[in-house]
């Protein structure tokens, strides 16, 4: 399964349908993705969101227009998507540095935009291997996911008072949204820890599991405000290069396989775990 074409005949859709429903929804159909999934490939392997392609795309379109042909600034406006001439027109001089009046003036159009170079992607160990799956207990966190620790310290404090003291496992946490197209204060997230032992679920806690599946693991070493390049690498490169499918049932997520309250940050071990179908 090539990702890459697929991300191209996304691009392709959006150049030639830019006054049509260009919504994460519809992109992820052209591209036979979940939505989950889609724009976190898509923006790791094309350097920009889908938002950022469709305005850049559009204004680009804009930009020949206005320098080549003598359509009224309504029409280029509507049909570079915008819903009314002074939008289009803050849009267009914020992107160019001159107004739409200017570029039909000159009749030149200026410099095509293009996405910006995030330079290479950091490597990482990878592998696919059989996970066994495992049953455990999570707290939900609403907010930044660098907070995620807020809920951590009820999720331990709550089975704390349950009486799991040493029965807990690893920590593991969940990512909702994408923190590129949804706002810091809106992502969601679940800080979660396994119960090995098949213990109950304290009081106010949700039940969370993983079932026996295929998974493609990136391993990142080093603090954890490293891990969103190591999401960057599985979703840019180790997902596409597997020729796999992630799973459309189970959810990626973290593995925390040494606790930082006595390892140095730089001993760190993270699994970036996604389940493939």
């Known amino acids: 399964m090539d990702y890459r074409k697929r991300m191209a005949r996304v691009e392709r859709h959006i150049l ?20 989950f999934h889609f724009h976190r490939v898509y ?12 305005r850049r ?36 001089r914020a992107a160019f540095g001159q107004t739409p009046l200017q570029t039909r003036k000159s009749r030149v159009a200026p410099v095509l935009l293009l996405p910006e170079n995030e330079g290479e ?32 310290e009820g999720l331990i404090a709550r089975c704390l008072e349950a009486g799991l003291g040493g029965k807990m496992g690893q ?29 109950a679920v304290p009081e106010g806690l949700d039940r969370v599991e993983v079932k026996p599946c295929e998974v493609l693991v990136v391993t990142h070493k080093g603090p954890y405000t490293g891990l969103p390049e190591a999401w960057g690498f599985i979703y840019g490169k180790a997902l596409p290069e597997s020729g796999r499918e992630p799973s459309p049932d189970e959810a990626p997520f973290e593995r925390y396989l040494n606790n930082a309250m006595d390892t140095a940050p730089e001993d760190l071990l993270t699994e970036v775990v996604m389940p493939l179908a």
């Open 121 to 152: 992607l950091a490597m990482y160990d990878v592998e696919i291997r059989e996970e066994p799956g495992f049953c455990g207990a999570a707290l939900a966190h609403s907010g930044p996911y660098q907070e995620i620790g807020q809920a951590y």
């Open 43 to 54: 923006t790791r392997m094309m350097g920009e969101t889908v938002a950022e392609t469709v």
């Open 171 to 199: 920590l593991v946490a969940w990512f909702w949204d994408d923190p590129t197209a949804v706002p810091a204060d809106k992502l969601r997230s679940h800080a979660g820890v396994i119960l090995p032992g098949g213990e």
């Open 57 to 92: 795309t559009r204004l680009n379109r804009a930009a020949v227009m206005l320098a080549t042909t003598r359509q009224a600034l309504e029409e280029v406006a509507g049909m570079c998507g915008y819903p009314n001439p002074q939008s289009f027109a803050r849009a267009y």
């Open 16 to 35: 030639t349908h830019l006054d049509e429903d260009l919504s994460l929804d519809a992109l992820a159909d052209v591209a036979a993705f979940s939505r």
